[in-house]
């Protein structure tokens, strides 16, 4: 089974600066997709970014990039210029597709954005 | 696209009585997945439809909850004999598959938070 870990339970940013959220997990498989989703208080789940494990490319969106590490299976997530709308849980899920349709999440890290 | 809906929004209730959730996913999107997220935890999986078909079942998934999807568009997540620790929100997610370039991306709903007095 597949684990997703999230070393980091909360972090503080100063607005406008960077931060950068940790995720490791485990599988046996090759071919998988990652996932960043964001919660903010009393809110529903937004996907943030998604990267496919056999791109070697880290993906981007706007302020938000991954830095993908296959080998040592380290998804971590930066965030640029953060913002006050930017304080959310922040949730790493993995998803493979091979038996199983479920996507696994760690336990998430708090982001907190302090002007 | 009016995003995946879910109602009622909060639900009290009393230990012992029945419970209901329905969830509406994203118009097009064939696949629909219910997942159950307690305090300070991410989401964990429930259950998964394909179209009107339950084709998978987490072990998390005990006797006294059944999900329904009779049409292959809404879904029903219906719990019974309600207990203190199935307080919880309850989320739905919806995405479209087989296939696509990025996996089965999934998008949720706002969730249903129960609470079992």
């Known amino acids: 089974a597949q684990t997703v870990t999230q070393s980091q339970p909360e972090m503080s940013v100063q607005e406008a600066e960077t931060v950068t959220l940790s995720c490791t997990y485990d599988?046996?498989?090759?071919?998988?997709?990652l996932f960043w989703y964001k919660q903010p208080p009393s809110r529903q789940m937004i996907l943030v970014i998604r990267?496919?494990?056999?791109?070697?490319q880290n993906a981007t969106e706007n302020r938000f990039s991954v830095n993908f590490q296959k080998a040592a299976k380290s998804f971590s997530l930066k965030i640029s210029d953060s913002q006050l709308g930017d304080t959310a849980m922040y949730f790493c899920?993995?998803?493979?597709?091979?038996?199983?349709?479920?996507?696994?999440f760690g336990k998430g890290t708090k982001l907190s954005v302090i002007p | 696209d009016t995003g995946v809906s879910q109602n009622p929004r909060h639900k009290i209730t009393k230990r012992g009585q029945n419970v209901t959730f329905r969830c509406d996913p994203i118009?097009?999107?064939?696949?629909l997945y219910w997942y159950r997220q307690t305090l300070g935890q991410g989401p964990e999986f429930l259950t998964y439809?394909?179209?009107?078909?339950?084709?998978?079942k987490s072990r998390l998934l005990s006797d006294r909850f059944s999900a329904e999807r009779p049409k292959g568009s809404f879904s029903t997540l219906e719990i019974q004999r309600t207990e203190q620790g199935d307080s919880a929100m309850y989320l739905c997610?919806?995405?479209f598959g087989p296939g696509t370039v990025y996996g089965d991306t999934q998008y949720f709903g706002p969730g249903t938070r129960l609470t079992v007095l």
């Open positions: 997610a919806s995405s």
């Open positions: 118009s097009e999107h064939n696949r």
């Open positions: 599988t046996s498989e090759n071919n998988y997709y």
């Open positions: 990267q496919e494990a056999y791109k070697q």
């Open positions: 439809f394909q179209n009107e078909a339950q084709l998978e």
């Open positions: 899920a993995f998803f493979s597709g091979a038996g199983s349709y479920q996507l696994t």
